[in-house]
Each structure stands twice: as C-alpha cells, then as structure tokens.
C-alpha cells in the first residue's frame, strides 16, 4: 500500500460545479500537507499548504485535512475550463523538502 | 527567466548509455531537488541538495544514479547505463531554505530510453 493513495480519474465536469478531490494516507507521521496542480508537460505548482487538521480557504479554494481519519480534501467552488489539470496531494513529515505524492487526478472542466 | 530551468526539456537514448540532466534554480534559492515522475504517476523524491552537499540522497534507485551540485547553484543528475524503467519526467525544484518553504518545480526532462 503506498503511504498516499490517490483516485487517478478521470474526473469531467461542467463548468461552474463544485469539485471534490481526495486523498487518504497511512504514515501518523504526515504533519503537512499540499494541493499541487499540474498542467500538461508543465511542473506541479502549489495551490494549497496546510499544517495538522483543519480548513484553510484560498479564493475558489478549500483545502480539508482530517488527522483521525487520515483524509485529505480540496474543493473546488465554480470550477473553470482553466481549472483543468491534473490535480496531486501531497504529504510530509517534519521537512518539507520530502513530499509523498499521490498519483493525482486528471480533472476536466467543460465550458 | 525567473523560474527554475531545466535541459534537455526531451532526451532519448539507447539503453546503456549515459545520460546527464540539468538543473538551474531560481536566483538565491539555497535548497535543490531532484524528483522522478514516471507516466500516471506522482512524483517521487530522489535526492535533496542544501548548498553544494547532498543532505538526503535516499531517493536515489540505484547506484547508476548520481547528482552533483558544484558551486550551489546549478545541478546534474547523472544516469549512467541507462534502462527502459529509468524512462521518466525528471523534475528539478528548488526553494530558499530546505526544511521549510515552498518548492518551485521547473517543467521537467523528459527521458526516454529505448
């Protein structure tokens, strides 16, 4: 089992609905946890950082994290064709510099 | 340019022969990072530079498997008699301090070894 597991998708929707994302993970360790997206031939870059449990809120973003039952979400409000990209969680214990990924999903957003 | 730049942005080779990967990070970026990202896959972590010494190269698969970073700033991942399973993304990052900090990645070498 890896220690971050990922649904790949793909996932298509239309344009302006919620999107749901998720991750579960298995290392207690896991203290931080990231949103990253990836668009096509391109690198990851972050959306999301959040530190133990909790809710954190960006924009159109909103990043969960439950430690107890080790699910990671982000939700995506009034989703856009340029949300389109593959979507990767990510995890770390105590440096930032280690990150366990997912496999990320693949998310479409048709106009 | 401002982000992190990586050459070649396409490599294809035959296996067994040796290929290097560069890496030119962001202008005072201190920490360096090498990760692996092979099709439908996340990427994974291979080595972590902090200056011109490789803090955790844990990562790394093998001992074909090799990266230097000189004088601190740009880095070459070193692969030598390359396989068909070492086919890949490589994807460089960096950020300004190691243990804490966002990594900026670049867009990756992509390997492909017939």
């Known amino acids: 089992q890896k220690e971050v597991e990922q649904d790949p998708g793909p996932l298509s929707v239309p344009e302006g609905a919620i999107v749901s994302l998720n991750c579960t993970y298995s290392?207690?360790?896991?203290?931080?946890f990231m949103w990253y997206r990836q668009y096509s031939r391109k690198g990851p870059e972050l959306l999301m950082y959040t530190y133990s449990s909790g809710n954190k809120e960006d924009g159109r973003f909103t990043a969960q994290v439950d430690k107890s039952s080790k699910y990671i979400s982000l939700f995506i409000r009034d989703s856009q064709p340029s949300d389109s990209a593959t979507y990767l969680c990510?995890?770390?214990?105590?440096?930032?510099?280690?990150?366990?990924f997912g496999k990320g999903t693949l998310l479409t957003v048709n106009p | 340019g401002a982000g992190v730049s990586q050459t070649p942005s396409n490599k294809v080779t035959e296996k067994g022969k040796y290929v290097e990967l560069r890496c030119d990070p962001i202008?005072?970026?201190?920490?360096l990072y090498w990760y692996r990202q092979s099709l439908g896959q996340g990427p994974e972590f291979l080595i972590y530079?902090?200056?011109?010494?490789?803090?955790?190269d844990s990562g790394l698969p093998n001992d074909r498997f090799f990266a230097v970073r000189p004088e601190g700033s740009v880095s070459t991942l070193k692969i030598q008699r390359t396989e068909r399973g070492d086919s890949a993304v490589y994807l460089c990052a960096s950020s300004q301090q190691g243990d804490t900090g966002e990594l900026f990645f670049g867009e990756g070498s992509r390997l492909t070894v017939l």
């Open positions: 202008s005072g970026h201190t920490a």
């Open positions: 530079f902090q200056g011109t010494g490789a803090a955790d």
């Open positions: 290392n207690s360790a896991f203290q931080y």
């Open positions: 990510a995890s770390t214990g105590g440096s930032n510099y280690k990150l366990t």
